[in-house]
């Protein structure tokens, strides 16, 4: 082994670069792992990560590799076949992780929309208030109903509802104010209303 971990990984035959691996050679893991790191770092910093990511990526798939070929899940066909094998590693556990990363963004958003749920308990509140108001609403006399629906519902002008109601526009006016302020007294005295 001395005279092998003398030599350069480079200049070793690729099967035998696979049969130092399976034996855990040190001088050989050493370089083939010094040889790839540069690549796979320029690939994960051009592609949105930064040098710490690169080397978390590069040591699960330098580790990945290395269990692959002990496995025997790996067998070189040339001399860059374990380089390219290592990389193309790197860089399916690099997406792997922008993949997740943009899941984690999704599910933010989720959470976002769980937050909404308030806007829920303040429809529900709305809708109690609209409630409220048309129970209100039916419990004041025929005319100030019919003023009010006119006005509010049915969008008419005070010259329309005069002309409806067979009055003068200013005494419609003065009458919707006079059936709009007994409906909020009828709405604050009316249980579970606003007080």
């Given amino acids: 082994m001395r005279e ?4 350069k990984i480079k200049d070793l035959p690729f099967n035998r670069t696979v ?3 399976k034996q ?10 010094k040889t790839n790191f540069a690549k796979v770092k320029r690939y994960v910093l051009k592609n ?4 710490q990511q690169a080397k978390d990526v590069y040591q699960e798939a330098f580790l990945a590799m290395w269990r692959n070929i002990k496995d025997d899940k790996f067998s070189a066909e040339s001399e860059t076949a374990i380089n390219g094998y290592l990389f193309q590693i790197a860089k399916h556990k690099w997406l792997d992780q922008v993949r997740s990363i943009r899941y984690k963004n ?6 976002e929309l769980e937050y909404d749920e308030s806007d829920t308990d303040e429809n529900e509140a709305q809708n109690r208030k609209i409630k409220l108001i048309m129970d209100s609403l039916n419990q004041l006399g025929e005319r100030c109903q019919l003023l009010l629906k006119l006005f509010y519902f049915e969008r008419k002008s005070f010259k329309e509802i005069a002309e409806i109601m067979e009055m003068d526009e200013a005494s419609a006016r003065n009458a919707k104010y006079r059936c709009q302020d007994q409906l909020k007294k009828m709405a604050q005295i009316i249980p579970n209303g606003p007080k």
Avoid: H, P
């Fill in 4 to 7: 092998i971990s003398n030599q």
């Fill in 19 to 21: 049969v130092l691996i």
């Fill in 24 to 33: 855990n050679d040190a001088f050989t893991l050493k370089e083939l792992y």
């Fill in 48 to 51: 949105s990560g930064d040098a």
């Fill in 106 to 111: 999704t599910t933010f958003i989720n959470r």
